[in-house]
């Protein structure tokens, strides 16, 4: 049984920071890949960010030198740590994790929960 449960959300004002983390447990052996989601209201669920263990980030380009994704195996978290925060970055943001599980090879993948983010003043 694999378990993925986010936090860090919240409320923060124009300019602000939060990181976000998603965390994996269970019969894991690693994250292999993450990728952040957001989804605004009566809007479709978009990437935001992705990084495999292989390779490097990729981001959408509103959020290119504000956002930065990462995978700490040693902890089985993946983060998204947001600067620089805009009004249009209120979403609810939403993790997918692709893990090694331990003593198979498939990688299945999950999601968390879901995390409100709004930005305002």
């Known amino acids: 049984q694999v378990q993925v449960v986010e936090s860090g959300g919240g409320l923060v004002r124009p300019g602000g920071s939060l990181n976000l983390s998603c965390a994996a447990s269970?019969?894991?052996?690693?994250?292999?890949?993450v990728g952040w989601y957001r989804q605004s209201p009566g809007e479709r669920l978009d990437l935001v960010a992705l990084?495999?263990?292989?390779?490097?980030?990729v981001y959408t380009g509103s959020v290119k030198g504000r956002f930065t994704v990462s995978i700490d195996n040693a902890k089985n978290t993946a983060y998204l740590q947001m600067d620089n925060l805009m009004n249009e970055d209120t979403a609810v943001y939403y993790c997918?994790?692709?893990?090694?599980?331990?003593?198979?090879?498939?990688?299945?993948?999950?999601w968390g929960q879901g995390n409100q983010v709004t930005i305002s003043s």
């Open positions: 269970g019969s894991i052996s690693r994250i292999v890949t």
């Open positions: 990084i495999t263990v292989y390779g490097r980030p």
């Open positions: 997918r994790v692709e893990v090694g599980v331990v003593k198979t090879y498939s990688v299945p993948s999950f």
